[in-house]
């Protein structure tokens, strides 16, 4: 590739247990309240760190659960406001007070032909409620027509809301926006049935649902004026997304080497003007190249430059860095 190598600097370094496969989970990197977060488990426990806006550091705090289901692999784990944390699992959505206690829990029905279908959840961005998607009751016919969303009170665990959503059998997650807007984004992957992004709301009518665009990836960066970059989940192409404006879309083939595929699933907004993705030589591969793209038309940019070969997960931070794992250590980098 034939683009400009631009050197980086290792801003701070932290240890974090878990990290590496964290990044591989649905709720590893989560917005939550205009923070990221990185969520872990690691020997029985439940760690959610949040990144600290001063660049020097990694986290600005931690809080540590002990993990309720250490060999469940389907939790999908969200901070709250409060300090609590949000656990959902097939079966049931809790809410933890800080101190570990279970402040409510809501039983749910389970996908039980879909071994791979998971939940998610998250508090909405006015900190009101929590928006909980779960499997959907089960018609006359016996099939379902379609999973759903509940708003659930963040108090007392009461249903509020409800929206049938247009997917099935789905692995969820959840994202907020940067500068925590009303809508929050709901990814859904369906496996070979494909996948769907949707904006999902809460007010005092109820719960609002609407496609994100024409995006149709699990894996998306948001940006702080609600563009999203989405990429293909075989690696194929990137997509850009913005209400109001034309899709951009670049494929792999066009701007990376012969059979090179976009890895990694975690792209995203380095800062207004840039985004930061991996390419590899196939999916599986342990080490990648990390590019710097031009965020409104997708066309690389420059390859950064480390002092020893990155892997293929990059955290952007929108704040003109980035985290990457090293082993059981977060680093943070920024351009020199």
């Known amino acids: 590739m034939n683009h400009p190598r631009v050197p980086v600097r290792l801003l701070a370094h932290e240890s974090l247990p878990g990290i590496a496969e964290a990044l591989g989970n649905m709720d590893g990197w989560l917005l939550r309240d205009g923070a990221h977060r990185l969520v872990t488990r690691h020997e029985g426990t439940i760690t959610v760190g949040r990144v600290g806006t001063d660049p020097s550091r990694v986290l600005a705090d931690r ?7 250490p060999d469940d692999p389907s939790p999908y784990c969200s ?13 049931a959505v809790t809410v933890h007070e800080p101190d570990g206690t279970v402040r409510w829990e809501h039983r ?14 998250t508090p909405d961005p006015a900190g009101r409620v929590l928006l909980a998607t779960m499997a959907g009751p089960v018609g006359p016919d ?48 369906m496996g070979q049935d494909g996948a769907r992004c949707l904006l999902v709301t809460y007010a005092a009518g109820g719960l609002g649902v609407r496609a994100a665009g024409t995006a149709e990836e699990p894996y998306v960066g948001l940006s702080a ?33 012969d059979e090179w595929v ?27 190249i990390h590019l710097l793209l031009d965020a ?29 794992p090293d082993q059981e250590t977060v680093q943070r980098w920024t351009t020199t």
């Open 225 to 257: 004026d609600g563009v999203l970059v989405s990429q293909d989940v075989g690696g194929g192409y990137l997509c850009r997304t913005q209400d109001g404006a034309d899709d951009v879309i670049v494929e792999a083939r066009n701007v990376l080497p």
């Open 262 to 288: 976009f890895v990694g699933y975690t792209p995203g907004f380095v800062d207004d003007n840039r985004i930061l993705v991996v390419a590899a030589e196939e999916q599986w591969a342990e080490e990648g």
């Open 79 to 91: 901070p709250l406001p409060d300090g609590g944390l949000a656990i959902s699992t097939r079966q």
């Open 108 to 121: 749910h029905r389970d996908w039980q032909q879909s071994p791979e279908a998971a939940g998610a959840c």
């Open 63 to 69: 809080a540590v659960w002990a993990d309720p289901a």
């Open 142 to 189: 016996g099939l379902s027509a379609g999973d759903i969303c509940r708003a659930l009170d963040l108090a007392t665990g009461e249903v509020l809301s409800e929206h049938v959503l247009p997917t099935f059998s789905a692995t969820y997650a959840f994202q907020q926006f940067p500068d925590a807007r009303s809508e929050v984004l709901l990814t859904a992957s």
């Open 296 to 324: 409104r038309t997708l066309e690389p940019v420059a390859e950064l430059d480390y002092p020893q070969a990155p892997g293929v997960a990059a955290v952007p931070l929108g704040d003109g860095t980035w985290l990457t």
